[in-house]
């Protein structure tokens, strides 16, 4: 298995619900990030996981909590976003000491 | 200073020519480099990476590397329409965690 795979691939939801975003690989990556990226812009890095701990937050808001439940499953939980946190959500996972990053399909999330 | 810096698009070529693409990155300590594809509303897809000074080929795509000049380019040869897309350099940054960095991207078209 060399896929990342992200669910859901669209998500409508509403200003004040929670929602989930989940993001799993089985190729023993011990590093997985999340990446969120607006029309027209290139990814930006919002969190990274090393062996299951934070290692990195871009300073997000804390209506983006993430989690890393075990070495394959990377979750991005959400609570009261707003419309300009729309995007397309992007999960990736990196083996350490080796270079490549893999990265999922994306979910493109639409805040109403 | 932008850590990565792709030259300003839009670039349009015709149909069978060469579409050159650069990109310059400011940390001295990075190793690896990679070049990504992106049609609209999808994932990056990683085209080709490089982590030695040189040319690197694969099909018609060249990824060329100066660490010196701190300088990346992708050629494509043979342009076809289906190359019509957003490239994106993207730079392996040590620090603390490894993280990967991109630049703003270059549009390209491909004109039948």
């Known amino acids: 298995d060399t896929e990342v795979t992200q669910t859901p691939k669209h998500l409508v939801m509403g200003m004040t619900n929670k929602k989930s975003l989940k993001c799993e690989q089985h190729?023993?990556?011990?590093?997985m990030y999340w990446y969120k990226q607006k029309a027209k812009k290139p990814p930006e890095l919002m969190f990274v996981?090393?062996?299951?701990?934070?290692?990195i937050n871009e300073s997000v808001p804390s209506r983006f909590s993430p989690e890393c439940p075990n070495s394959s499953l990377l979750n991005l939980h959400l609570h009261a976003l707003q419309p300009e946190d729309s995007a397309l959500y992007l999960c990736?996972?990196?083996?350490?000491?080796?270079?490549?990053?893999?990265f999922g399909s994306g979910t493109r999330l639409t805040v109403v | 200073q932008k850590e990565v810096e792709q030259n300003s698009g839009p670039l349009s070529v015709p149909e069978g020519a060469i579409a050159s693409l650069n990109c310059t990155y400011s940390?001295?300590?990075?190793?690896?480099f990679f070049w990504y594809r992106q049609y609209s509303g999808k994932s990056p897809e990683l085209i080709m990476s490089?982590?030695?000074?040189g040319d690197k080929e694969d099909g018609r795509f060249t990824a060329q590397l100066n660490k010196a000049s701190q300088y990346v380019s992708l050629l494509i040869r043979d342009s076809q329409p289906s190359d019509s897309a957003t490239y994106l350099c993207?730079?392996?940054?040590?620090?603390?965690?490894?993280?990967?960095?991109f630049g703003k991207g270059t549009k390209l078209t491909v004109n039948p």
């Open positions: 990736a996972s990196r083996s350490t000491g080796a270079y490549g990053y893999t």
């Open positions: 190729m023993g990556h011990r590093a």
């Open positions: 996981y090393s062996y299951e701990k934070l290692s």
């Open positions: 940390d001295r300590g990075s190793q690896s």
């Open positions: 490089i982590y030695s000074n």
């Open positions: 993207a730079v392996n940054v040590q620090g603390g965690s490894e993280k990967l960095v």
